[in-house]
């Protein structure tokens, strides 16, 4: 039960990560529209972002 918990934690949490990645690459590398790069901005914080990779290297799986 324990193993099928973490599991499933797990793949919740993988899918945050890819969110976030895939979140970093548009903000860095989209068109460039200055309207999109600040909500862009604002939804992704520095804490977040260091939280959630933290979390990434202490729960990869590779």
Same mark, same amino acid.
């Given at each position: 039960?324990?193993?099928?918990?973490?599991?499933? /934690?797990?793949?919740?949490?993988l899918a945050?990560?890819f969110e976030?990645?895939?979140?970093?690459?548009? /903000?860095?590398? =989209?068109?460039?529209?200055?309207?999109?790069?600040?909500?862009? =901005?604002?939804?992704?914080?520095?804490? =977040?972002?260091?939280?959630?990779? =933290?979390?990434?290297?202490?729960?990869?799986?590779?």
């Open positions: 039960m324990w193993l099928h918990t973490r599991n499933v /934690y797990q793949q919740s949490n945050r990560e976030v990645e895939h979140n970093i690459a548009e /903000y860095t590398q =989209g068109d460039k529209n200055s309207e999109h790069d600040q909500i862009s =901005g604002r939804n992704m914080s520095m804490a =977040g972002l260091k939280e959630v990779l =933290g979390e990434r290297q202490r729960t990869r799986i590779v």
